[in-house]
């Protein structure tokens, strides 16, 4: 059969070379894709009739939908009841990451742990509710925004400062989330479901922020690694029971239309886990590193959520360590120049794996053309080793003004 992924970054790259290992799958195509990924089509992946008519055309069977920006828009209803089956929640179901607001009125809902918060949708409500807080707060954006909109407050000054960030860089009339902090360890929970029964990955950390030692702003996650063995057994049971658990009789209880990955953002706090935010899709990087780690057939996973048997789909998994690194343009989450060229891709891609999330092609050479560059995911029998591969990997690589958190796997992961 043929399938296409819809997206154009690392994590669909990571999708599709998944994918086209496995039998029974004749081409993969990803739409728009990039220079870097086999198989990329031009194509606006907001463009449904457009989509639409490719599958028909090249005899695409299946549509796995990357990114949250589709979603948002209601890809998924668009194909619903078609030849075409896609993997991906529906529009309705996928407010759990397009509105935070929406997310925490389903937390407290269904009795998933979570921290306190209250909604404003001007300056005025927001100051009254940073000084209940004590400026001790985390401040978050209602809407989508490339994982760089929410910002992690020890001050009213800071809290403010923040908010109004917020309303001035999306709009007064947005709204905004504030909710009580915590502090602790944070680690992504990556799931699959078919609506009613639930599939776990192995934990993964990422490293949102742009340096060394948890230092700068917040990014689109600057690497990651698992399994994560700091949240053992008992914490991924108290996980279930406090936070997968309740949101899977929410997601049965309001009836989502809801086949496809589902990603929890868990703080381990001295009181227990506590969910800080739902994602609707695959994680990026974390894509980078459960792929790999995932030994069995991604495609028949897929297909049992489709026929909603995904109760009997066994998942197993490889026993190395994944490791990912990114490449970034200097001056990432901020401006940057693009258009500088790759050099060692070839080199680095017989150590580890190299997955294109912003690359152009011209002239046979490889260009930088957006803020992460490239993932380079190393393995090993240890964490350690697999570090190393992906640093000795990454070192391979260059292209003026790369940057890179050289902590990547080492943080003191204490509660």
Known sequence: M???????????????WKLS??????????????????GSVKIDMLDFTAIGDFCRNYGVESLIVGPEIP??????????????KIFGPDRSSARLESSKTYAKEFMKKYGVDTAKFSVAG??????????????????????????????????????????????????????????????????SIIGVTDSKTIKIFPPVQDHKQAFDRDRGPNTGGMGAFCPADFCGESMLARIKKN?????????????????????????????????????VRLGDPEAEVVLPALKSNLNEMIAACHRGTLEEYEMKFNEDYFVDVVLASGGYPGSYEKGFEISGLEN??????????????????????????????GSGTTLEKAIGAAYEASGKIKFENMRLRKDIGRRENRI
């Open 21 to 38: 290992s496995e039998p029974g799958i004749e081409k993969v195509f990803v739409l728009p894709g990039n220079d870097g990924i086999s």
């Open 348 to 377: 680095a891609g017989r150590a580890a794996l190299v997955f294109h999330s912003a690359t152009k092609k011209a002239g046979g050479r490889f260009y930088t053309s957006g803020g992460r560059v490239l993932n380079v995911v």
């Open 122 to 187: 001007n300056m005025n409500e927001a100051e009254k509710i940073i000084d209940g807080f004590g400026g001790n707060c985390v401040v978050k954006f209602d809407g989508l925004a490339a994982g760089k909109g929410v910002f992690v407050c020890g001050t009213a000054e800071e809290a403010i400062s923040a908010a109004g960030g917020i309303f001035e860089r999306f709009g007064a009339d947005s709204k905004i989330i504030i909710e009580q902090r915590f502090s602790g360890v944070e680690v």
């Open 243 to 279: 936070i997968i658990d309740p949101t899977m009789r929410g997601i049965a209880s309001e009836k989502m239309n809801y086949r496809g990955f589902i990603y929890f953002g868990v703080m381990l706090t001295k009181k227990g886990p506590m969910l800080l935010e739902y994602n």
């Open 71 to 84: 979603l948002e828009a209601g890809i998924t209803d668009y194909f619903s009841g078609s030849a075409i």
């Open 2 to 16: 043929n399938v296409a992924v819809i997206g154009s970054g690392g994590r669909e790259h990571a999708i599709a």
